[in-house]
């Protein structure tokens, strides 16, 4: 009886029998994603024999997370890398130059001049002190030569030079010597350089530093405006010299030979019709010469345009006084 109840089991236990389970993945394999299932088909119930013999198909292997493909590279390249220090990087300079330079031009210097001239060894300078307006000019400019009437009179009077696309060149001539002013644009309206000696036109001193700056064109004034004192003595002295006789104690010491050089009876002839301040220069151009403050002026007259300078003392007589004829 225990022998058939025990065969009975093993016959039970024989028919339970199920396929064994795969076994799990290799570490290099993922399972299919969720999004795709691998579907398996329903197993029938088979006697054990046929369990056995009937091998079960294996599930498709997963695609390895190496064998992705990687995504595109861009297709532009990445910008070049700025330059280290921008503040170091060189700036071209650029300089506006005039198309032409004819006009009135404001001469500054040191206030402290020596010209020493001599008639083998040239023009020797010396100088110091402040900055100072010592001249005003008419440049005439035609083609690249140069022409300039100035104020001042004595040794820098007239020059003659030449402009070309850097700067300004002028000579005033004293027999061989000479002085000689060199600069370069700075911009359209400024000249920097300097003033050296020279001999027979070449430079032999160093440079003694000037400016060139343009000066606006002239406007007449205002008809209720006041005058300056010393725009009623240039007329006094014009008229003066216009009747070929100069008021007594109207002129200082050598003042009337001044006057006689500066003015001509020829040139006083026409009267002032209407006059024009320009500026205040500072004369003294020579050692033993006086340090003299002068106006100077814009003359109109029905014979054409002057350049004029005029100088008081605190009496208010003229020690000094100059005209020369500008271009219409």
């Known amino acids: 009886m225990v022998r058939s109840a025990c065969m009975i089991l093993l016959l039970l236990l024989s028919a339970c029998a199920v396929p064994m389970a795969e076994p799990p993945a290799a570490p290099d394999q993922v399972q299919p994603s969720a999004a795709a299932p691998v579907e398996e088909a329903p197993m029938a119930q088979a ?49 506006i130059k005039p198309g032409s330079v004819t006009g009135f031009w404001r001469l500054t210097a040191s206030k402290l001049i020596d010209l020493d001239v001599g008639l083998f060894s040239g023009v020797h300078i010396r100088y110091g002190g402040e900055i100072r307006d010592r001249n005003i000019c008419w440049l005439q400019q035609k083609g690249h030569s140069l022409d300039a009437i100035c104020a ?35 911009d359209a309206d400024k000249v920097t350089g300097g003033f050296s000696g020279g001999v027979v036109g070449l430079s032999v001193t160093g440079d ?15 008809a209720d405006a006041p005058e300056r004192p010393s725009a009623a003595l240039v007329r006094m002295v014009w008229e003066d010299v216009r009747r070929g006789v100069l008021t007594d104690g109207r002129y200082e010491g050598s003042a009337p030979k001044r006057v006689n050089q500066g003015l001509s009876k020829e040139m006083a002839a026409e009267m002032p019709q209407q006059m024009i301040y320009l500026g205040e220069i ?23 345009r002057r350049l004029c300078r005029v100088s008081a003392n605190p009496l208010g007589q003229v020690v000094d006084f100059s005209c020369g004829v500008l271009p219409d």
């Not at 190496?66 to 590279?73: F, I």
């Not at 064109?217 to 205002?222: E, G, I, K, R, Y």
């Not at 020579?286 to 029905?302: I, P």
């Open 152 to 186: 001042s009179a004595y040794v820098l009077k007239n020059a003659e030079g030449s402009v070309d696309d850097d700067g300004i060149t002028m000579r005033w001539w004293m027999g061989a010597a000479n002085i000689i002013f060199s600069g370069k644009f700075a």
């Open 208 to 222: 003694v530093p000037a400016t060139l700056t343009r000066m606006p064109p002239p406007a007449a004034p205002l």
């Open 47 to 95: 006697e054990p024999s046929e369990a056995a013999a009937a091998p079960v198909a294996p599930a498709p292997a997963a695609k390895s997370k190496n064998n992705r493909r990687a995504p595109a590279a861009a297709s532009s390249a990445p910008p070049p890398p700025l330059p280290a220090d921008l503040d170091r990087q060189p700036i071209e300079e650029l300089v």
């Open 282 to 304: 500072l004369i003294r151009w020579r050692k033993e010469q006086r340090e003299l403050l002068q106006d100077v002026y814009l003359v109109q007259t029905g014979a054409g």
